[in-house]
């Protein structure tokens, strides 16, 4: 009976423990698959929402992009229903007006940023009077005509040189006679009622006589392009002037009153000094309308 258990013992020694520790392997693999899946699944997981979010991004710039052009097409489109039959063009809005308050730190207005600020809309205003003729003709007037050439948009003073030949003659001589007629199409598409013509490789710009009507006309419009522009400095005077008070309102601004006063008082002068700016322009854009 001894010798029949002992060899029982001895059989299951050989069979069945090689058969346990082949079940143990097994389940051990089992096990470290299954971490290794759950592993996966959470990173999968991670990875599915990172680029979730990588698309609510994507579609959030393109919305803010579509609304901005949006924004400016209808700006382009009240700025030609703002123009007048003179083909003059309004002053263009600035696309970065706001004051910038995105940094953590504060610190009142700085005197070169208020006049950058406000010189902006003087040169803009300017730019705009380049395209209203006055009483004679001058190359500024040709300024702001862009040229379709080379399968391009160019300003036609970089592929010619405009020349005032007399009160009532322009000539406009190409640097590349291939492109005359190019230029033809752009300065009678300009919007300022001129009929140029082709002649010997130039082009020639007749140049009719303004009526006295015309030019009154044409400086009251100058008038209310200038009151354009003295509102749209007073708005960033606005702007400076709330940030100033804002700043004053904080409980430790690590400002004094003296200095609050100082800076709001700057920014007022520098106001006057901006719209004083602008009236010298008007009363030289009206005075060279009306001359005769």
């Known amino acids: 009976m001894s010798n029949k258990l002992n060899i029982f013992s001895s059989m299951y020694e050989f069979e069945a423990y090689p058969s346990f520790r082949l079940y143990s392997q097994s389940r051990n693999l089992f096990h470290s698959s299954a971490v290794h899946l759950k592993r996966n699944k959470r990173s999968a997981i991670v990875q599915h929402e990172a680029k979730m979010q990588e698309i609510e991004r994507r579609k959030l710039r393109e919305d803010r992009k579509a609304e ?6 209808r700006r382009s489109k009240k700025a030609v229903e703002k123009g007048d039959k003179f083909g003059i063009d309004p002053i263009e809005e600035d696309d970065d007006d706001d004051v910038d308050d995105s940094s953590n730190e504060i610190s009142l207005p700085d005197d070169d940023q208020i006049r950058k600020k406000m010189l902006r ?10 395209g209203i ?11 702001n005509i862009s040229i379709n050439a080379y399968g391009a948009s160019a300003p036609l003073t970089a592929l010619a040189q405009v020349v005032v030949a007399s009160p009532t003659r322009v000539v ?9 007629k190019d230029i033809v199409n752009g300065v009678r598409d300009s919007g300022l009622n001129f009929n140029p013509q ?10 009719p006589k303004v009526s006295q009507e015309t030019r009154t006309q044409l400086s009251k419009q100058v008038g209310k392009m200038a009151e354009e522009g003295r509102q749209r400095v007073r708005k960033e005077r606005r702007k400076f002037q709330d940030k100033v008070k804002k700043i004053g309102k904080l409980t430790n601004c690590g400002f004094s009153e003296d200095e609050l006063f100082k800076a709001s008082k700057d920014i007022d002068e520098i106001t006057d000094e901006i719209i004083g700016l602008i009236n010298e322009e008007v009363e030289k854009k009206q005075e060279s309308i009306m001359k005769v």
Do not use: C, Q, W
């Open 172 to 180: 406009i001589s190409p640097y590349d006679p291939s492109v005359a």
């Open 68 to 73: 901005k052009e949006n924004h400016a097409n």
């Open 198 to 207: 082709k002649e010997d490789g130039d082009v020639i710009v007749p140049i």
């Open 121 to 130: 809309v003087r040169d803009r205003m300017t730019s705009a009077f380049k």
């Open 133 to 143: 003729r006055g009483g004679e003709p001058n190359v500024e007037l040709f300024e």
